[in-house]
């Protein structure tokens, strides 16, 4: 079993055209296990993709307070590769395009970043797990031959995403709003990828805005973030009452004093 | 070693066209070349400062044999190759021409066997059309001194399937000029592809002068590719000169890997009604070397097409400076002129310049171009590093990626992947300092 703990994580980003720093995570904690999977539900604008990016690593992202450890090891020092190899993934919300790089040779990297030179994952083997890999998520052999991501629909790149992910096999994946843009029958089936995942040597962070993909695939734990903070955990449940209630009656029942990005 | 005062170049130029056998106009060319060349000027090239480079310090020319075994170094793969010309220095390793394309009349040999065999087909075309030998100081040089090379014809209508390949090896185990002429001409309507490569064996300095012309006649298509990959040690005149005439099409894809400083004379010109180029050229600069290269392409005809498409990496201390020259003359009416060259530098100690100059003498014509000399797109370096690849590993696939806008045009797989290889290997080299 492995564990991912955030502490009292505050980080801040700064605004180009002003020069300044903006806090926008203001003291995060969350701690989750292999074999649990954790949902962040939160409204626009309160810092659920900084969460995401500063566990990844991203260097846009800077840390000003607390700490994320893995098996109790900071790994805030550590560049975002080493991160990757130590168990870490994140889906991403906008994957970048590489043209020039075909899928297939990007995954087979990524795989034999992870093992000694003298031990790369034979082809055979390669192929094998790719194609089944594929078939769970309903893609064609030609996804892996195109260039990296390059004239993918919204669709594609999270299907793509979550292939990484199955040929990965990481300890712990964040995905960061993989359902927005995605009509329902690829949510079914990126849910798929994402369930064939479950067990104890896998947990799961995901990050969405609506309840759902939450049908899909079922949290253990489900956490409410507003202005930079979580301000709720509970069961399965509390992502219902956030869909009946929407983000304001939760703030309203918390007594939080935050003005929502999308409130009118 | 006699210093160049003490040599009677004029005997022994004279000797070696002897040696050679060589028809009467060739033997003149040269002796009047080599009285010439001193006079005449270098050809000056935009941001490209190479004059004091040893580009004409010639040695004495002698016929002389290498030792073919010394290419086991170079691991080149033309085993299966159809139609292929190996050259080491002044030797000939190989030469294969597919039966049946020799029975169409395709020729394709080295440039002694040529001249001997075909001394009207080579004089009419040797640097007659698409440059001329008294064009500047290294044109003249490289006719007074020339000691290798190939020509290629293919006769009208005839279409060769299959690519043709030239493989040419400078032997600096030695001191010695490689002074190389490759001249092809694809006579009306013919249809060819050609590859041509070009390295070192053994760590000498040495120039190198390679001069290759490609000739299009009427309706004729040339893809023509080549990767160029001398050695640290040799400073290179590399020109390329393509003349189209109407409706002729050639596309030009060149990989500059060298390791050493070259200056690189790259010239297209639209001569006929509807002649199209396309030119491609992508380079990877290492080391402390430069390399400067001049791509122009001159619309002459009506309604000729000119695309420029440039993308070049440097690392380390290194320079790589790319000109694009697109120039529409006075009466190249409807033609079309278009140019891009991207510079990504990869050290904060590189230099990198893409410098577009587009000269429009002709109202009714489109034109256009782009420029850039940028870093390594972040985004992307994080994105492939958060599924855990190296920062190097990273920066190569980002940099390939970059580069791919280029590499995916050459037409040839083997090529391609050549290249490819050719490029991670270079980018290896030049990361190893970082």
């Known amino acids: 079993m492995s564990k991912l703990e955030v502490k009292n994580l505050h980080v801040a980003v700064v605004d180009e055209d002003k020069g300044q720093e903006k806090e926008i995570l203001k003291g995060v904690n969350l701690t989750m296990n292999t074999g649990e999977i954790h949902a962040i539900m939160g409204p626009n604008g309160t810092g659920k993709s900084t969460l995401s990016q500063a566990i990844m690593g991203n260097p846009a992202y800077k840390v000003t307070e607390g700490d994320v450890l893995l098996n109790g090891k900071s790994i805030l020092e550590l560049p975002v590769d080493e991160r990757a190899r130590a168990g870490l993934f994140l889906a991403m919300q906008y994957p970048a395009e590489i043209a020039g790089v075909t899928n297939v040779e990007f995954m087979r990297a990524a795989i034999n970043a992870r093992r000694a030179d003298d031990d790369q994952i034979p082809v055979l083997e390669f192929m094998k797990f790719l194609d089944k890999n594929l078939a769970t998520l309903d893609m064609t052999d030609d996804m892996v031959e195109r260039y990296l991501n390059e004239g993918f629909s919204g669709g594609e790149k999270k299907r793509n995403e979550i292939l990484q992910l199955m040929m990965i096999q990481p300890k712990f994946a964040i995905l960061d709003e993989i359902d927005s843009g995605l009509d329902i029958d690829a949510l079914k089936v990126v849910s798929k990828g994402v369930n064939a995942m479950r067990g104890p040597e896998f947990g799961s962070l995901i990050i969405t805005h609506y309840q759902r993909l939450l049908n899909y695939i079922v949290p253990d734990t489900v956490h409410v973030m507003m202005d930079g903070r979580i301000v709720e955990s509970g069961g399965p449940e509390l992502a219902e009452k956030l869909e009946a209630e929407g983000y304001a009656g939760v703030r309203d029942d918390l007594g939080i004093d935050v003005k929502l990005t999308d409130e009118i | ?434």
């Open chain 2, 1 to 434: 070693m006699e210093t160049q005062a003490e040599i009677d170049f004029q005997s022994a130029v004279s000797a070696f066209s002897a040696a050679r056998n060589e028809p009467d106009w060739l033997q003149k060319l040269r002796l009047t070349m080599l009285a010439k060349y001193p006079e005449l000027a270098l050809p000056k090239f935009d941001k490209i400062q190479y004059q004091r480079w040893p580009l004409t310090d010639a040695h004495e020319p002698a016929v002389q044999a290498s030792d073919a075994t010394a290419l086991a170094a170079l691991d080149l793969d033309y085993a299966d190759a159809k139609n292929v010309l190996v050259t080491f220095g002044e030797t000939v390793v190989t030469t294969r021409l597919d039966p049946e394309l020799a029975a169409q009349g395709v020729i394709f040999t080295d440039i002694f066997t040529a001249v001997r065999d075909y001394p009207e087909l080579v004089e009419k075309y040797f640097m007659t059309t698409a440059i001329k030998p008294d064009a500047n100081r290294l044109t003249a040089f490289h006719a007074a001194f020339l000691n290798g090379g190939a020509f290629l014809y293919v006769p009208k209508n005839v279409v060769v399937k299959e690519p043709i390949q030239g493989y040419y090896i400078q032997d600096s185990t030695r001191k010695q000029d490689f002074i190389q002429h490759v001249l092809v001409v694809a006579d009306t309507n013919s249809q060819v592809t050609y590859a041509e490569n070009y390295a070192t064996v053994g760590t000498e300095a040495n120039l190198a002068n390679v001069v290759v012309e490609v000739i299009a006649a009427d309706d004729a298509h040339v893809h023509f590719s080549a990767v160029d990959q001398f050695s640290p040690a040799t400073t290179g005149y590399l020109s390329r000169q393509g003349n189209l005439a109407n409706d002729a099409q050639l596309d030009w894809a060149v990989g500059m890997m060298n390791d050493g400083n070259v200056v690189v004379d790259f010239n297209t010109d639209l001569v006929g009604k509807g002649a199209h180029a396309e030119v491609k050229v992508v380079a990877v600069t290492t080391g402390k070397q430069l390399q400067g290269i001049d791509t122009r392409v001159t619309n002459y005809g009506q309604h000729t097409i000119g695309h420029i498409l440039q993308h070049g990496v440097i690392l380390e201390t290194s320079s790589l400076i790319f000109n694009g020259v697109g120039h529409i003359v006075k009466g190249a009416r409807g033609s079309d002129s278009q140019q891009e060259s991207r510079v990504l530098m990869l050290s904060t100690h590189a230099r990198g310049d893409a410098n577009p100059i587009l000269l429009i003498d002709e109202n009714d014509v489109t034109a256009g171009h782009a420029a850039s000399v940028g870093r390594v797109d972040q985004e992307q370096m994080y994105y492939l590093m958060s599924r855990g690849i190296d920062k190097k590993r990273a920066e190569r696939l980002v940099i390939r990626g970059f580069l791919g806008n280029v590499l995916t045009e050459i037409p040839a797989k083997r090529v391609r992947d050549q290249l490819t290889a050719t490029i991670e290997r270079k980018l290896e080299n030049g990361q190893k300092s970082e």
